[in-house]
């Protein structure tokens, strides 16, 4: 293993089993492949884009590098050292030093805060279970937070009921960060808020990362969110990847036909600039039985030239770090 | 082109909204004096964050303010009658008819006891004469041109049987079962993804055409109006801050607001090192700012714009702007350079 890679994903598979409704016995009737062998690193003090549409197993894959639902197989390593064997060896006190090290910024800001603690709770909480700070030092730290996200020293004694959904946001980014945490997982954070507002969380994200030298995996369905944040974006579709590239050359120049058409059905605000746009047939496919070979060839206008319904395409270097996952393209 | 957008028959035209929530904190003033009208075959764009009282003006077009909303002034005048003084029954005959409705989320508007098929023919048989076969019919033709696959097997599925892109599919679909002048498309893309995003959005532009109907599309989102709406009127903390035609908007905005709304958008095409922010929220609108709602949170805002309320004037043919300032200040569009191309 190298020293330099920060977060490394092997292989990672997260299958839900599918069971009966019984009330002694539960067979198994099917599987949903929701993450189905992914590996990608990223490098420290980076953003890691995560792309898809809704369905493709883009928080299936951040649970399971967190070990929120253990993976079904492949392994994580974060700075060498192997998440999985340590969550299994149920050694309590290294598995509250992993965590501390990774935090969680989840999608809905209006459901991931406790509507009965105040601010202050909320924060102190992971100050109170990791005591990483002394205990006389916690109100310090509190302010140092909710300054640190933009937010005022009065907030602390409300409750989540009365912010706006930017404010919430700002909290549980606060929360987070009480841990001093090297990686921060941020799971579609600016999804449910205004375009003004959404500014503010990015560049809120973007100074945290300059000042404290975070790694982000950021995830979202917004290509132009991720155009602005991330240093290096891969594309899923139905648990796979189909392209990684570092940002500015995935945008410049996609070679995989669904991020050619991810990217060309992105509404541009400028009425004159008119982009010939890629309107996919159909819908993505159900992730219980996923198509056999290529998983995005019932809906790729070059299908059938290399026989994409036979084999799986692998992931293919083509040179400057840009991964492509088509045999087409790969020729 | 333009001309011929100035001189067609207004459709719609609504003056000076009020539309009032009496809640148990204060009356909530939603909608406070927007004034708008759409022309015959265009589509007018209705872009505001939320809050901003866009959704709320489309229901008091038809007069389905949930309670305690009431309209409490103005006239909403379409085809010549106004629809404020219309008794419940008469509405009844409009509603679904002469203007049709899709709602923010498909998910929630649609009844998840009831088969598609009953939900579409419902609207059918209520507005028209005819019989449970031909309403099936009709609906049915209806999935088709809507490009829902296996139309006569689809339709007897219940709403949970859909996917997303479906069931906004079959919302429009409802929509347009009566063949209205007028349909009111609320955030109809929202909850969808991109891929899906661009399908509805290019369906609806086909059918508007091919209908000639005139649209109100509702939305947040500068890319969406940009490439479907023929004019936008922006909406701030339930007033109008600006109406004009697409391009006007987007190449010489002149309200600060409709500027900062452009900019705050992260562009795929300018990479930006931080994206410029509009300081500070969405204002209360229990006790709204005095005078201008935006200048609290605008850059140009000097102390006359807390005392006056800005109306709404034609600065060019066809250009409305609420801004005192208007004229003084030198608004740059962030797409500027393009624009004498």
């Known amino acids: ?45 980076t953003t890691f884009g995560l792309v898809g549409e809704s369905g493709c197993g883009k928080t299936s894959t951040a649970r399971a590098i967190l070990y929120l639902d253990p993976p079904t197989s492949g392994r994580v390593y974060l700075e060498d050292k192997d998440v999985g064997e340590i969550f299994v060896s149920k050694n309590k006190n290294e598995i509250l030093q992993l965590r501390r090290k990774m935090q969680y910024v989840f999608q809905n800001p209006y459901a991931s805060l406790d509507p009965r603690m105040t601010v202050a709770d909320i924060i102190m909480e992971p100050l109170m279970i990791h005591r990483h700070v002394p205990k006389n030092e916690w109100h310090n730290r509190l302010y140092e937070l909710l300054e640190l996200v933009g937010l005022e020293d009065y907030h602390a004694e409300r409750y989540p009921h009365e912010f706006s959904g930017g404010q919430r946001q700002r909290i549980c ?5 009480a841990v001093e945490p090297k990686l921060l997982i941020a799971d579609e954070p600016v999804a449910s808020l205004d375009v003004s507002v959404r500014a503010q969380i990015l560049n809120l994200l973007r100074e945290l990362q300059q000042k404290l030298k975070i790694t982000y995996l950021y995830i979202s369905h917004d290509l132009s969110t991720v155009r602005h944040i991330c240093h290096k974006v891969a594309v899923m579709y139905l648990g796979r990847f189909v392209e990684i590239a570092e940002t500015d050359e995935l945008f410049n120049s996609p070679l995989h036909p669904y991020t050619q058409a991810l990217l060309s059905s992105i509404p541009i605000p400028d009425p004159v600039t008119e982009i010939p746009r890629i309107v996919l047939p159909g819908e993505v496919p159900s992730p219980i039985n996923p198509p056999e070979g290529c998983r995005f060839e019932p809906r790729c206008v070059h299908k059938n030239e290399h026989a994409c319904v036979e084999k799986a395409p692998k992931l293919i270097d083509i040179g400057n770090g840009h991964l492509v996952a088509c045999d087409r393209v790969c020729k | 082109m333009e001309l011929n957008l100035m001189t067609q028959k207004e459709i719609l035209r609504i003056e000076n909204l009020k539309t009032y929530f009496d809640t148990w904190a204060g009356i909530v003033k939603a909608v406070d004096g927007v004034s708008l009208d759409v022309r015959e075959g265009e589509t007018l764009g209705l872009v505001g964050e939320s809050g901003s009282g866009k959704s709320v003006t489309a229901l008091s077009i038809l007069g389905i303010v949930p309670r305690p909303g009431k309209i409490m002034d103005g006239r909403i005048i379409y085809k010549g009658q106004n629809l404020v003084e219309k008794t419940e029954n008469e509405l009844q005959k409009i509603r679904g008819k002469e203007i049709g409705y899709i709602f923010q989320d498909p998910a929630t508007s649609l009844n998840p006891v009831f088969s598609v098929a009953d939900q579409l023919t419902e609207v059918i048989r209520r507005h028209q004469t005819v019989t449970k076969k031909e309403a099936l019919e009709k609906a049915i033709e209806l999935f088709r041109l809507v490009d829902i696959p296996d139309p006569e097997i689809k339709i007897w599925n219940f709403p949970h049987q859909l996917s997303g892109g479906m069931k906004q599919r079959m919302a429009v679909a409802r929509a347009l079962s009566c063949q209205p002048s007028l349909l009111l498309a609320d955030e109809p893309t929202t909850n969808l993804d991109v891929t899906i995003q661009a399908q509805i959005l290019q369906l609806m532009k086909n059918l508007k055409n091919s209908l000639g109907m005139s649209m109100i599309l509702i939305t947040h989102d500068m890319g969406v109006v940009a490439g479907v709406a023929d004019r936008i009127t922006v909406l701030y903390a339930g007033r109008v801050c600006e109406t004009a035609d697409t391009k006007t908007i987007f190449y010489s905005p002149r309200h600060p607001y409709t500027k900062a709304l452009l900019t705050a958008v992260p562009s795929l095409v300018l990479k930006k090192e931080k994206l410029e922010v509009i300081p500070g929220s969405i204002p209360n609108l229990i006790e709204p700012p005095s005078g201008c709602r935006f200048h609290p949170r605008c850059e140009y805002a000097q102390t006359k714009c807390a005392k006056k309320i800005p109306p709404l004037v034609e600065i060019e043919p066809g250009h409305y702007v609420a801004c005192i300032r208007a004229s003084e200040i030198e608004i740059k569009s962030p797409l500027g350079a393009e624009a004498n191309e």
Request: proline content about 2%.
């Open chain 1, 1 to 45: 293993m190298s020293k330099k890679l920060f977060l490394e994903v092997e292989n990672l598979v997260k299958h839900f089993p599918i069971r009966t409704r019984g009330i002694f016995i539960k067979k198994q009737v099917g599987v949903i492949h929701a993450v189905d062998g992914i590996s990608f690193s990223v490098k420290k003090g």
């Open chain 1, 173 to 177: 980014i606060a929360r987070a960060l």
